[in-house]
């Protein structure tokens, strides 16, 4: 590998087209001496802004150093639901899939959505590893989220420097469907694939049957290590969230040999913290009855929990009568718990995840 100064550049990738206008990405490549490719996403989900507040500070750190290798970076890779602040896809981009991280790898003749990712597919299989940045509420804990038994993207994700390490699905083979989590079958979406044959919204059949995953999952299985990066505070920017995003992502790039050593940027990168690991094997929280949820005094997210704690009860606004009482049904680690609100019986109150082991600073 060889470290040359940064080279910028700037394209436009046309992913598809509304009646009306092209739905395309803005696309940054910085350019250094020969080594390896990393892909970095954000705003998969239109309210998750941080990630793009990263990467421009990501930006100014790149213009300036010298780099082995590429760095690709998509900023907003969803702009249909960045332009409308909303979580998902409008429906009326696409009703099967509004979430475009349910749609991975993509479809040629698939759904809107699956067609506009089959476009992006390529630019982020071609590269040798990736990161994908997102944004939790102010009541999840920031954590990098990686595949069981995958050493590569476990590397990245402590070199990442979250303080948390979650591990979130069972160990995925590129010839094989893969093993879930024990979460998939309690209501957890980190993990799914979906095979079936999809609808129309009049019930007929679309005429094709897909494979639906998220994006970690699917640039597993495609061989590309990759983590989900999970910062803090959707819906605002947050300078300090940012800055720790864009300190992340510059100490992979160090871990894979492209910052040298030696070099102004990776002596200023401070050693990221040692990393808890958690397993994401508790079926989560959800409540039984609608009302208004108020998580228990003592818990927050990070407490520890025992076997059968109460993490919140649900009750009637109107007559204060109680509806539920919230426990964990095993002990563990709270690591999203709802501030407290209006809920609807069946929504994910809480999460809790089993504690591993406090795991080696920086993974080899």
């Known amino acids: 590998m060889g470290v040359e100064p940064t080279r910028h550049e700037v394209t436009t990738r046309q992913l598809g087209r509304t009646p009306a206008r092209d739905v395309s990405v803005t696309v940054h490549r910085y350019c250094g001496g020969d080594g390896p490719t990393v892909y970095v996403q954000a705003a998969q989900h239109g309210i998750e802004l941080n990630g793009p507040a990263a990467l421009r500070r990501l930006h ?4 300036d ?3 082995a290798g590429t760095v690709i970076v998509v900023p907003v890779m969803n702009p249909l639901a ?6 998902a896809t409008p429906d009326e981009y696409d009703a099967q899939y509004p979430n475009v991280n349910r749609v991975w790898p993509g479809a040629d003749d698939g759904s809107f959505q699956q067609r506009i990712v089959a476009e992006l597919w390529p630019l982020a299989a071609g590269a040798d590893a ?3 940045l997102h944004t939790g509420t102010p009541s999840m804990l920031e954590h990098v989220r990686v595949v069981e038994n995958d050493k590569k993207a476990t590397a990245l994700a402590t070199a990442f420097g979250t303080n948390y390490r979650l591990i979130g699905d069972g160990p995925i083979s590129s010839e094989s469907g893969g093993e879930a989590s024990s979460n998939v079958a309690n209501g957890d979406e980190s993990f799914i694939r979906d095979d079936t044959v999809r609808t129309t919204q009049n019930g007929e059949h679309s005429g094709h049957t897909q494979s639906t995953e998220t994006f ?3 640039m597993t299985r495609a061989d590309v290590p990759t983590i989900t990066v999970e910062l803090g505070d959707s819906r605002t920017v947050d300078h300090s969230v940012a800055e720790r995003g864009a300190v992340g992502i510059c100490r992979v790039l160090k871990q894979r ?3 040298t050593a ?3 940027l990776a002596n200023q990168l401070p050693e990221p913290p040692t990393q808890h690991q958690l397993r994401d094997d508790i079926p989560v929280s959800v409540t039984p009855a609608s009302g208004l949820f108020e998580p228990a005094a003592n818990c927050t997210v990070g ?3 025992t076997d059968g704690e109460t993490l919140g009860v649900v009750y009637d606004p109107t007559t204060f009568e109680e509806k539920a009482t919230i426990a964990t049904p095993k002990p563990g680690v709270i690591y999203s718990l709802s501030h407290g609100g209006t809920v609807f019986a069946g929504e994910r109150v809480a999460s809790v995840a089993t504690p591993i082991e406090r795991t080696a600073r920086v993974d080899t």
């Open 130 to 132: 990736a990161i994908d």
């Open 65 to 67: 150093a010298k780099l």
């Open 216 to 218: 970690r999952i699917a």
């Open 60 to 63: 100014n750190r790149l213009c």
């Open 262 to 264: 030696s070099g102004v």
């Open 257 to 259: 040999g492209m910052l």
């Open 82 to 87: 960045f332009d409308t602040r909303s979580y």
């Open 303 to 305: 407490s520890e929990v």
